[in-house]
């Protein structure tokens, strides 16, 4: 798939299947090893430190597309510089009735309201603990179960369950198809939260004598009050990131389509704007140090240019390779390449936040 017209005939055949089962067919051609490596040049420039990891370039495969740790070694050997398993509930749950994704070809925008579909713990558990050689940046997505009667219980119980095999923690409390979950952004609930989550990680410090980075993974359709508690609360209880964004409940600016009142998140190209602008104003507030993810509907080099220069130390993608194939991957790194060149900086930390006054300031509409 990494050839265009490869990539171009599997697009196609993809997308005469429904999305869900185009996704289980993209996850056994993976399995299957068919899927050739990807052969990018490894730009040095492109690497980035953080914590005490080492990405080999910035671009990641978002969570959601290996929600069961299936296909990391695939992902990897694709050409993402990291990938994100999950999200992983403590027990396995079959989400909500299908169809429940849905794809919006005119917006290239997709829909989904899987409610946190996985096989659990124990089976992702097995899974990591089985790859053959443990190398490579795989972070860990921990969510909370439907029927969870405490639902900071089920992020710890994630914490403890992976530290010894998670690169880092994605706290997701973003999902829109999880009723209440985002409940868990507003003040109180997240101080309580981001404390459990913290002193679990700290206790397994101490037993691993490796610190485990910890990111929180937010909603795009917070407030500006609420990111700035938000941030505040990164920061007092020394979180090591964020990640931004999840899919938006936003449904402004669609093309006509009969699946765009589809409920559920929505991402992609109709994602970009708003979750540039949700990066901008974290990174505004958090400073220069706070490390920042930025994901949300990055579907070329220019658009991975400018979530960096909002403000953003690593990105992701998902949706867009619906539309464009994984391909995709070695473009955003060699169009990253040429922008280093273009203006003449060495590294990425370089660019990072350039223009992230104006996107702070920009409008949604
Ligand atoms: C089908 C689908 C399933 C997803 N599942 C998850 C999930 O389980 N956990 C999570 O944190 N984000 C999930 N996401 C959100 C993505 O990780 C990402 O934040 C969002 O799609 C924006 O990126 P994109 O526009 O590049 O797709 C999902 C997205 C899609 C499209």
Known sequence: ????????????????????????????????????????????????????LDFPNPVGMAAGFDKNGEVPDALLKLGFGYTEVGSVTPKAQPGNPKPRVFRL???????????????????????????????????????????????????????????????????????????????????DALAEL???????????TRTLGRKVPVLLKIAPDVSDQEMAEIVEE??????DGLIVSNTTIARTGLK???RRDEAGGLSGKPLFRRSTIALAKARKL??????????????????????ITAGANLIQLYSSLTYKGMGLIGEILNGLSRELDK???????????????????????
């Open 256 to 258: 006509p389509d009969p």
């Open 286 to 307: 958090a400073g220069p140090d706070l490390p920042i993810v930025g994901v949300g509907g990055i579907d070329s080099a220019e658009t991975a240019w400018t979530k």
């Open 105 to 187: 070809p005119s917006d290239e925008g997709v829909i989904n309201r899987y409610g946190f579909n996985n096989e659990g713990h124990a089976a992702l558990r097995a899974r990591l603990e089985g790859r053959h050689r443990q190398t490579g940046i795989v972070g860990i997505n921990v969510g909370a179960n439907k029927d969870a009667t405490d639902r900071v219980a089920d992020y710890v119980a994630g914490i403890e369950m992976f530290a010894d095999l998670a690169s880092y923690f994605a706290v997701n409390i973003s999902s829109p198809n999880t009723p209440g979950l985002r409940n868990l952004q507003a003040r």
């Open 234 to 239: 990164v920061l007092a209880k020394g979180v």
């Open 194 to 204: 981001l404390t459990g989550v913290i002193s679990a990680r700290d206790e397994k």
């Open 343 to 365: 203006h003449g900086l060495s590294s990425l930390d370089e660019a990072r936040g350039m223009n992230a006054d104006a996107w702070a300031s920009a409008s949604i509409d």
């Open 1 to 52: 798939m990494v050839f265009p017209l490869l990539d171009k005939l599997a697009i196609a055949g993809l997308h005469a299947m429904d999305a869900e089962t185009a996704h289980g067919v993209t996850i056994k051609a993976l399995k299957s090893g068919l899927v050739p490596a990807c052969r990018v040049r490894q730009d040095p420039r492109l690497r980035v430190k953080l914590w005490d």
